[in-house]
């Protein structure tokens, strides 16, 4: 009984020197709060960037990138991506992850063309997409600051209409189709994103349109139907009897054609420069 005392008193008084000394609660101190995943995450931490090299990627990024990913990396009206939430972003350090999806793209029907830039410029990118990110608050909220205001109005409307004639006219119709398109949509920025993704549907990939797709199974032995997914590994097409069949790809096995309607657009896509797209949308705003 006395040795079971001495044992009790002994537990009191230890968790009692305890209890006095907060610093033996912990054995890790916390890291470093602050904006930014990268000063909580310190794997992820990187030294800013050149401030050259981030104004040339600002430039860049307003070409290729702002339509779909956001003037504030926090995705645009094609639907690309937020960047701020992207692991591919937070896990970059000096373009190595996102240099080669802007050189590459994304595979796939319309989901990411590559983009017509050298690899110098691909990383100045990258070094814009950390300058913006490295201001990120919590949660993926924008950058701080007032709102962005765009004025996209500043091409050459005759200019813009010279290149429509050249190179949109076999499908569209300034009298047709889009006839009154500067007056449906009166905000300049909406309808220069609208006509660079086809309406939109660029950013859907197969989804929302018709694509019609042949598979050579076998010489002489073809199927024909509606593709309903595409990837490096297979392909889905759906038969006229509603049916549908999965194809497994082997490199250029089995032979698949696809006929996609908006393959002009995809095709134009990574051609159009920044004077091109400010022309052609000064144009458009004309067609009341």
């Known amino acids: 009984m006395r040795l079971a005392r001495r044992y009790s008193a002994a537990a009191v008084l230890f968790v009692l020197a305890v209890a006095a000394r907060p610093w033996a609660q912990t054995s890790t101190p916390r890291p470093p709060q602050g904006r930014g995943g990268g000063q909580s995450f310190p794997a992820q931490q990187r030294p800013p960037g050149d401030p050259a090299v981030i104004a040339r990627g600002s430039g860049l990024y307003g070409v290729y990138c702002r339509a779909c990913h956001g003037v504030d990396l926090r995705g645009g009206d094609q639907g690309g991506p937020n960047l701020l939430r992207s692991d591919t972003v937070l896990n970059d350090q000096a373009g190595e992850l996102i240099a080669p999806i802007v050189l590459k793209g994304r595979q796939g029907v319309g989901i990411m063309p590559p983009t017509p830039v050298t690899p110098d410029d691909a990383r100045a990118i990258a070094e814009y997409i950390h300058s913006v990110a490295a201001t990120m608050r919590g949660q993926g909220n924008p950058p701080a600051g007032p709102p962005v205001v765009l004025n996209v109005l500043v091409g050459d ?73 595409i990837d490096d590994f297979h392909v889905v097409i759906e038969l006229p009897d509603g049916t549908q069949r999965t194809f497994r790809r082997d490199g250029g096995n089995p032979v698949v054609e696809l006929r996609d309607p908006l393959e002009p657009h995809r095709k134009l896509l990574p051609t159009y420069t920044d004077k091109d797209i400010h022309n052609v949308t000064a144009y458009l705003v004309t067609l009341k």
């Open 157 to 229: 409307s005759a200019a813009g209409q010279a290149y429509f004639n050249a190179k949109c006219a076999t499908c569209h119709s300034a009298t047709g189709d889009l006839r009154g398109i500067g007056g449906r949509m009166s905000d300049p920025t909406t309808l220069q994103n609208h006509w660079i993704s086809a309406g939109g549907g660029l950013s859907r990939g197969v989804r929302g349109r018709a694509v019609a797709a042949t598979v050579t199974v076998a010489p002489g032995q073809k199927l024909e139907g509606t593709l309903v997914r």
